[in-house]
């Protein structure tokens, strides 16, 4: 059974940052794209950031790059997503996700981890 558990969500200022970590089992981790998703209120869930199971390419969404920044570590089954320089519009339920294409399609999902930023 696959399993994708996302913590470290929070409440934060604005400017502030947080790491969010997903720990994966049920699966070969590295074998896997790992891809972060958010889902602000009232809003349709969008890619933030993919890492290639190769862990040498990445995708980032214009609103976020150069701020977040993903990464895995494949001997704890554990994809992150560091945030820096934090908006209140990066608030919203993130996810993270699991697949074998690259780099378009998620087979598991986590339960999702809530970021809130305050002005």
């Known amino acids: 059974q696959v399993q994708l558990v996302e913590s470290g969500g929070g409440l934060v200022q604005a400017g502030g940052s947080l790491r969010l970590s997903c720990a994966a089992s049920?699966?070969?981790?590295?074998?896997?794209?790992m891809g972060w998703f958010r889902q602000p209120p009232g809003k349709e869930r969008e890619r933030v950031a993919a890492l290639h199971w190769s862990g040498s390419i990445t995708r980032y969404k214009d609103s976020v790059n150069g701020r977040f920044t993903i990464s895995r570590d494949n001997a704890k089954n554990t994809v992150y997503l560091r945030m820096n320089s934090l908006k209140p519009e990066d608030t919203a339920v993130y996810y993270c996700?699991?697949?074998?294409?690259?780099?378009?399609?998620?087979?598991?999902w986590g339960q999702g981890t809530q970021v809130t930023v305050s002005s």
């Open positions: 996700a699991a697949g074998t294409n690259w780099p378009g399609q998620y087979e598991y």
């Open positions: 049920g699966l070969t981790f590295s074998r896997y794209a």
